[in-house]
């Protein structure tokens, strides 16, 4: 039997996104059912070092299920990185008879979550939240479903607008490293191209496909372009590329940006925090340590967080072609 942990602190770290409030109150709920103290650290890892703590109880996270970015606020910490700055954390931790951490965030603050453990053997356990979708070992991270849904408000928003006025749009779309966001919210918002990081389409055959959709009779276009697309050219010199480069086209460029995090977190990702939370505090309560919770086949799995920082997220090769085939 493991020795029974008395107290647990949560915090979220790195890009906030919408669930992060929902999977605290989680951890805050589970934590109380089971009759285990817990502790907020707000802003991440910067709060641990400066011992910025709050006790937090069932009734402290009521009203929170719905709101979008994180009541725990979030930081990205340089002194973290630091082995200074980590014992500084791993004092406060022990100072307040804390003995397991709950780390919501990326794959960033999962690396600082496992240097920790592997420097003082500290507990940790992993919830994966951004709105990219990279993270291995989860079908779906916390607030991805959120950012589609936002997205493709947006696209349709803007198809308005683009067919009255017989327009090309180029809408930019998150996902740094990834084009979960741009692949799923293309086919939803009927886009005509998708460019994204794991692909590159080529400008020619973008011209191409761009000549063809109107050949068929299309008279305004969205192509949806993820921030880390290997196009070669960013959406404003695309936008002067076809300007240049092709005839009758009236283009127009939008960049969604951080609209993309807020907003109130989807059903679905709601529901999916609420399991996080439960599964992320049960695990370290079963003396475990040093996992990713994740949602695989529709289940609550456990990734080790070493696995969960290096293993790649895969695009959906079957939505490309699906994808294809709708904009014919
Ligand atoms: O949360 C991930 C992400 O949305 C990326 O897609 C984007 O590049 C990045 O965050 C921007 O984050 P920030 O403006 O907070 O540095």
Redesign the pocket.
Known sequence: MPKKIKKLAVLTS??D?PGMNAAIRSVVRTCAYHDVECVGVYRGYEGLIEGDFKSMGARSVRGIINKGGTILKSARSQTFRTPEGRKIAYQNLVDNNIEGLVVIG?DGSFTGALVFNQEFGFPVMGIPG???NDIFGTSHTLGFDTALNTVVDAIDKIRDTASSHNRLFFIEV???DVGHIALNTGIAGGAEEILIPEEDLGLDRLVESLNRSRKSGKTSSIVIVA??DKIGKNIFELKEYVDDNMEGYDVRVSVLG?M??GGAPSCFDRVLASRMGVKAVETLLEGKTNYMVGLIANKMELTPLDNAIKGKTKINLELLRVSDIMSI
């Open positions: 790195g890009g996104s990326g951004t709105i990219d998150m996902g740094r921030e880390g951080h993309q995090r």
